[in-house]
């Protein structure tokens, strides 16, 4: 249980153009997932946190008009890269939170990560 | 008062021994303490976790131990494999829906 996916696995996208990162949460639903940036040999890097059916919060120094964030569903969030620059080539990783009390109320799981490359 | 520091960055061990991986954090309010193990290009899976009413938590080689009153705790894998060798990161956690704060991570080299 407690099985979140991530889709694609990886991407390569040419400069300027948008890509769409989906976060599913499979046997359970989400309150809350996050988004976080990971660069080689680094620890993760909050993006931002996203609650089912209200807007996102950003960290500070994350743009939000840039990384847009939609958690449509107790089971789905996604993450734009708008405009993608070379720069924005990193690993993007979702986790999510369980509602049901099932396990541990702050207990995170994540995805498997999308690998973003932008030429 | 959100980080958590730890350490060391790297370490390398040898087959069978046991590697031990140190954080501290500073918020006494934290009261959630998951250890993470990451493989290059995945994400981190949940490898054990503790709260602070107790002081260790043992599943099978991998052990926590928990020192409320130093703020620190610690990672013990007994009979170190190589396939340990991963990335291991502390978090700590408090209630509600803020975001586990990470600590930067040890990268764990086990050798034959």
């Known amino acids: 249980g407690a099985v979140v996916s991530q889709h694609p696995s990886w991407v390569i996208c040419k400069s300027g153009t948008s890509v769409k990162i989906e976060c599913r949460s499979l046997?359970?639903?989400?309150?809350?997932m996050f988004w976080y940036r990971q660069f080689p040999k680094q620890s993760l890097m909050l993006m931002a946190t996203?609650?089912?059916?209200?807007?996102?919060?950003?960290e500070q120094g994350v743009e939000k008009d840039k990384f847009l964030i939609n958690h449509a569903s107790l089971t789905l969030s996604t993450l734009t890269v708008t405009s993608a620059h070379p720069e924005d080539s990193s690993f993007y990783i979702c986790?999510?939170?369980?509602?049901?009390?099932?396990?541990?109320?702050?207990?995170?799981?994540f995805g498997p990560g999308t690998r973003l490359t932008v030429l | 008062q959100q980080q958590v520091k730890q350490s060391p960055q790297s370490l390398i061990v040898q087959k069978g021994g046991i590697s031990i991986i140190n954080c501290a954090y500073e918020?006494?309010?934290?009261?959630?303490f998951p250890w993470y193990q990451q493989f290059p290009g995945k994400g981190p899976a949940l490898l054990i976790a503790?709260?602070?009413?107790?002081s260790e938590k043992k599943e099978g080689r991998f052990t926590i131990s928990f020192n409320k009153s130093a703020k620190q705790f610690s990672l013990h894998i007994m009979d170190s494999q190589p396939g340990d060798s991963a990335t291991y990161f502390c978090?700590?956690?408090?209630?509600?829906?803020?975001?586990?704060?990470f600590g930067k991570g040890t990268r764990l080299s086990v050798i034959a």
């Open positions: 046997d359970f639903q989400a309150t809350t």
């Open positions: 503790i709260r602070p009413d107790v």
């Open positions: 986790s999510a939170r369980d509602r049901s009390g099932r396990v541990s109320y702050n207990e995170q799981f």
């Open positions: 996203s609650n089912e059916g209200s807007k996102a919060t950003y």
């Open positions: 978090a700590a956690g408090l209630s509600g829906n803020t975001p586990l704060v």
């Open positions: 918020n006494t309010a934290f009261d959630y």
